[in-house]
């Protein structure tokens, strides 16, 4: 299994899918589930490529969703090896994407071909694979069109797994059951522009805005729940000013951002901020851009099919969490009963030198291997 595994990773590792272009990695794969008998439809749409596979045509069905596009690899002299060459030193695999997600992948593939050729591994029931090349830039031509798709053709993934890289510390300690949502606000506070030793007959945008602020910055939103954490509020930018100290200046800009848990929805939040503008008898413009919705996936058989193999695999019991950035799972949940991401370590995710310890790979795929045996044939 190793060899086998080290050499799809390493064949993933040097297409130089830089997001959103699979450069290869997509046909690579297609031909790979081709051969394993996989029916394959293909949703390419502007530079980004994605694949649907399935293999059977009954229920339940179980999906393994991921995506091939990496982040560029930054300055290339600073790498202690070529990032398209899968490297094996000391113990770690080197190599852009190896974490993030394309080891996730291989060893996917690999459990996958194992799955299917034991002959005693019935299938009541169908596996597919959703793989984009457009997770990492806009993500607006990638997994949403696959969804739409689904969506369209009325099919419910029972069990999808995300093959994310959300291990913390060693391998498996760690699943991600939900995603927080994220909420961004654009405001401007509009003041009156004038000379600073004639401030009555000015409006100070600063001056104004500065309870505003304080208060903003000082609201305990929740105090967040199981699953969640508290949701949190930050100022990301904030702009007044001429650069003169004689000009009390026309405007502020000031913009945030709230991560927050599935206690709110965007509108509330807004709301909220809106009514704090409105006390404070502030005069603004604000717009409002939700780049995800929080979702949290229901308690079920695939977490308990998760834990235990992990448990069986790596002998740890994972944390169940739904912090971090934002994933695709908030696309897929759309379509998905259950849903959770489980990968690799995220330690040194879109860094110079990305890497993994050596181990994971294979015990990545034990894991994956031994939640398809217990999704369709073995009970745990
Ligand atoms: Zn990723």
Redesign the pocket.
């Given at each position: 299994m190793q060899q086998e595994l080290i050499q799809l990773a390493n064949r993933l590792i040097s297409f130089k899918s830089i997001s959103p272009n699979q450069a290869g990695a997509i046909d690579f794969i297609h031909q790979y589930l081709d051969n394993l008998g996989f029916t394959i439809t293909r949703l390419d749409r502007g530079k980004t490529s994605n694949l649907i596979a399935r293999i059977g045509n009954q229920e339940p069905i179980f999906a393994y969703a991921?995506?091939v596009d990496v982040v560029p690899p930054g300055d290339i002299k600073q790498w202690q090896f070529d990032p398209f060459t899968l490297t094996s030193h000391e113990g770690k695999l080197y190599g852009r994407g190896i974490a993030?997600?394309k080891g996730s992948i291989a060893s996917f593939l690999v459990a996958l071909k194992q799955f299917l050729s034991n002959k005693n591994n019935k299938l009541p029931g169908s596996i597919m694979l959703l793989i984009t090349s457009d997770?990492?830039a806009a993500a607006t031509d990638g997994t949403i069109v696959m969804v739409d798709y689904l969506k369209q053709n009325n099919i419910i993934i029972d069990y999808c797994i995300l093959g994310?890289?959300t291990s913390l510390d060693v391998l498996g300690d760690v699943i991600k059951i939900g995603r927080r949502g994220s909420l961004s606000g654009y405001l401007e506070v509009i003041g009156k522009q004038g000379h600073v030793a004639y401030p009555d007959l000015c409006k100070n945008p600063i001056h104004l805005f500065a309870k505003a602020l304080t208060e903003l910055s000082s609201i305990t939103w929740d105090n967040g729940n199981d699953y969640f954490p508290a949701t949190s509020f930050q100022f990301t930018n904030l702009n007044s000013g001429l650069g003169v100290t004689n000009v009390i200046p026309d405007n502020l800009h000031a913009s945030f951002n709230f991560r927050y848990n599935n206690l709110h929805t965007a509108t509330q939040l807004q709301n909220k901020v809106e009514e704090l503008l409105k006390r404070h008898q502030l005069e603004y413009n604000v717009k409002w851009t939700e780049s995800a919705k929080p979702f949290c996936t229901k308690p079920g058989k695939l977490i308990e099919v998760v834990t235990h193999s992990i448990k069986q695999e790596s002998n740890l019991t994972p944390q169940l969490k739904t912090d971090g950035g934002t994933?695709?799972g908030r696309f897929l949940i759309d379509v998905c009963t259950e849903l959770l991401e489980l990968?690799l370590s995220n330690r040194h995710?879109h860094q110079i030198n990305e890497n993994i310890p050596e181990e994971d790979l294979v015990r990545l795929c034990k894991i994956y291997l031994a939640i398809l045996e217990h999704i369709y044939t073995q009970s745990i």
């Open positions: 991921g995506h993030d997600m997770e990492e994310e890289p994933s695709d990968g995710i």
